[in-house]
């Protein structure tokens, strides 16, 4: 697949509950140092041409955790900003441990770190990421993977914080690892059906299967490790065999339930129970080989669907 796309966004929504990864145009580099102007009218005091204070003077803490973790924010304690900073740096031990990525990155990879943004409210998210971020904000946060094939790219998410925490940090964090080490090239490269803006993956997308229980599936795991107390309660209701599960995506084959829960369910399992065949996948992941993933796929094809309602039923008692 051409490669003509630039920007990841994984979009979060306003509930804990995850969606759907957007694309975004042009982001990273639109962050402008605009001051503040300000025209007051002696009878109005309307504001005239405002411009809105520049990303550095509003997320103006700036920690870096580790050489690939930086966290900036607007008005988060020390104390918060530490325990994120050792989360994400054991999340990524962990991850390097369990994909053996010897920390070698894909092919032509550069970003080399994520910036986490936190505004300190969604009213202030909302007035300022646009501007910042070139994005929407009528998400609960998002990735920016950007263009990871050019030098001196930087992957960003930003969000807001909310209930004083900074949710979605560790499934965000995941994506940034598994499309550095597991995932070749930028979000259309890969396979889903999501032609969303502000950026646009080009249409038509790959027939199934895609890639999108692999890639949230993945996050929720890594991020929830085995205490997902919402995806194994629906795991009882055996609601799809792990064949169909390999066709969900984002406008088709979709739903909040079946790609966070069920897309955990099926990584579970499969990490559980098929390390072998997740391996090869990877191989081919990696080297965004994705007729030959589909293939590899097809040849599963309904193959595990027994032993996966059975492993449902054990989790669920
Ligand atoms: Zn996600």
């Not at 997308?205 to 890594?222: D, T």
């Not at 080297?287 to 040849?299: F, N, T």
Request: hydrophobic residues 35%.
């Amino acid at each position: 697949m051409k490669n003509t796309n630039k920007t990841l966004l994984t979009a979060l929504s306003a509930s804990f509950a995850l969606v759907a990864y957007l694309i975004a145009d042009s982001a990273i580099a639109n962050e402008t140092s605009a001051s503040t102007q300000v025209k007051v009218t002696t009878q109005s005091k309307v504001a005239v041409n405002e411009q809105l204070p520049s990303v550095e003077q509003v997320l103006q803490q700036v920690h870096h955790c580790n050489k690939s973790i930086t966290i900036r924010s607007q008005a988060l304690s020390p104390d918060k900003v530490i325990t994120a900073c050792n989360e994400l740096i054991a999340q990524e031990d962990r991850f390097h441990q369990v994909f053996n990525t010897r920390n070698k990155p894909v092919h032509g990879d550069n970003n080399t770190s994520l910036r986490a943004n936190f505004y300190s409210s969604n009213a202030e998210y909302v007035k300022y990421a646009t501007e910042h971020f070139n994005m929407p904000t009528n998400n609960g946060g998002m990735y920016l993977e950007g263009y990871p094939e050019r030098p001196g790219n930087h992957a960003e998410f930003v969000a807001y914080k909310r209930n004083g925490g900074l949710w979605n940090l560790s499934h965000e964090y995941i994506h940034y690892l598994d499309g550095r080490f597991n995932r070749y090239g930028d979000y259309c490269n890969g396979l889903h059906d999501d032609h969303a803006g502000p950026e646009f993956c080009p249409t038509p997308n790959l027939s199934y299967p895609h890639g999108v229980w692999w890639s949230e599936g993945v996050a929720e795991y890594m991020a929830w490790g085995n205490n997902n107390p919402k995806a194994i309660t629906i795991a009882s209701k055996k609601k799809y065999p792990l064949s169909e599960l390999f066709n969900t995506s984002y406008n088709n084959n979709n739903g909040s339930d079946r790609v966070y829960r069920w897309g955990y369910l099926a990584v579970r399992f499969m990490m559980e129970n098929h390390r072998d065949k997740v391996e090869k996948s990877l191989v081919l992941s990696r080297q965004g080989d994705w007729v030959g993933y589909q293939a590899l796929m097809r040849s599963w094809s309904t193959s595990m669907d027994q032993q996966w309602f059975t492993w449902l039923e054990n989790l669920a008692e």
